[in-house]
């Protein structure tokens, strides 16, 4: 950490070394990530001075976690100790960082750096942060001679987020998800969900996450704090129907299990244990209830995924009669639907994952408006056209979650992945 002097170099002082021929940087061969709207190359360069004033011209609250990025970064990559101030004398800035009203996208940032100063324009404390993130890729790079530039970006999705799967391997510690915070946050990601279905500790079912490492619902308040200071939202996800086995295998939940003694499986062969909750049986949703009343008050964001995805079971069991006589999907529905009773109780907006409604598309028309469909796929064939459409008729908002391929793999199937997601940025617009 650098301790701040008395006085700032001015910026051409010959305490700055000077780069050779093959430290020179272009923006051609700068990577950024994500890829910004438009990056246009200036004459010259920044040359970093070892010390130097980050101005924050306008509300100090909105702009501060942007320089103490930019602060960090220079200390971190160039050696170069720059203080944080508000307004002032503006000869010894050698970042000026502001809100203006002509950057006209939420969470977007004009930054340009000229040999004289480096110029951060956002839209808000959102965009401000993303600008300094891509200065910091960029000094990363750079060293202490920046490439003169005008970058500017805004995102085209409004949530962009990552879900990692907590429950089907080692649940990482307080420090891995800090660190991965700090890096999604960098490429702009402001969403992220542990994956959940046994390895919350809720206090009154310790049999559940017994050997499994929970998350603690301290380390939840902890996190929480962690993504809102990387302007990163938090969203609870408890699957809430099937992918329970890991409860109702337990004598204690067993009596809520759609099929206790397993079922066949739609692509052939058996599960031998229990997958899903019955949806017939009104202990279902109070025991979802209980478990909501615990979970959702660690968490600041007004969003709950709930799962619901690959009920396979439904119909197979307890509810049979009931899917036989009105259809599973019906039967499906109305436990969404719910559940969607509890979430909105906690007056938060409900996530769902969309592949069982969209086998009668009929039905989707009944969603409420107030939900989110997730609509995922893993395959780079995926029909996200089709079934993004089918939501977007029926006035529901919707998600596209495409699958990065990286499990049951070792360098995970990146071809697949990559066009995997392309597909679904292209038809989530």
Not at 26 to 42: A, M
Not at 108 to 124: M, R
Not at 227 to 232: A, E, G, L, S, T
Request: hydrophobic share 40%; aromatic share 8%.
């Amino acid at each position: 950490m650098c301790v701040p002097g008395s006085t700032a170099a001015k910026h051409n002082s010959t305490q700055t070394p000077l780069p050779t021929k093959e430290e020179t940087m272009t923006h051609s061969n700068v990577v950024l990530l994500p890829v910004p709207k438009s990056i246009e190359s200036l004459p010259g360069d920044f040359l970093l001075p070892h010390r130097a004033v980050i101005r924050l011209d306008g509300q100090a609250a909105d702009l501060l976690p942007a320089a103490q990025v930019l602060k960090d970064a220079v200390d971190s990559y160039a050696h170069r100790c720059w203080q944080i101030a508000v307004g002032g004398p503006v000869d010894d800035a050698a970042v000026h960082v502001s809100l203006a009203g002509r950057v006209a996208h939420a969470e977007g940032y004009v930054l340009t750096i000229q040999p004289s100063a480096i110029t951060l324009e956002a839209a808000d404390a959102a965009g401000a942060y993303y600008g300094a993130m891509t200065l910091r890729q960029i000094l990363r790079q750079c060293d202490t001679r920046l490439p003169a530039l005008r970058i500017e970006d805004h995102p085209d999705f409004s949530h962009r987020g990552v879900m990692l799967d907590i429950s089907r391997s080692k649940v990482p510690t307080m420090a891995t998800l800090e660190e991965l915070v700090e890096r999604l946050s960098e490429w702009k990601i402001n969403e992220l969900q542990l994956y959940t279905e046994h390895t919350f500790a809720y206090r009154g079912h310790p049999e559940v996450w017994a050997e499994a490492s929970p998350i603690t619902g301290e380390e939840i308040l902890r996190l929480d704090a962690w993504c809102r200071k990387h302007f990163m939202e938090l969203v609870p996800n408890q699957n809430s129907f099937g992918h329970m086995e890991r409860w109702l295998r337990l004598p204690r939940y067993r009596h809520l299990a759609e099929a206790p003694d397993g079922f066949d499986l739609p692509w052939g062969g058996r599960m031998e244990h229990p997958f899903s909750l019955c949806p017939t049986d009104p202990r279902s949703l109070q025991f979802l209830e209980s478990l909501f009343d615990e979970l959702l008050p660690h968490f600041t964001s007004r969003q709950f995924n709930v799962g619901c995805d690959e009920t396979w079971d439904v119909g197979q069991g307890r509810s049979a009669e009931e899917c036989n006589a009105r259809g599973r999907e019906r039967v499906y529905l109305d436990f969404v639907l719910g559940i969607h009773r509890l979430v909105a109780k906690h007056g938060r907006t409900m996530q769902f994952w969309g592949d069982i409604i969209l086998h009668r598309p009929d039905l989707i028309k009944e969603l409420p408006r107030d939900l989110i469909a997730l609509e995922w796929g893993y395959e780079a064939d995926h029909p996200f056209e089709k079934d993004a459409r089918l939501f977007a008729e029926a006035q529901v908002p919707f998600y596209v979650c495409p699958g990065t391929s990286s499990w049951n793999s070792i360098l995970g199937r990146v071809a697949n992945a990559l066009a995997n997601i392309e597909n679904a940025a292209q038809n989530g617009l």
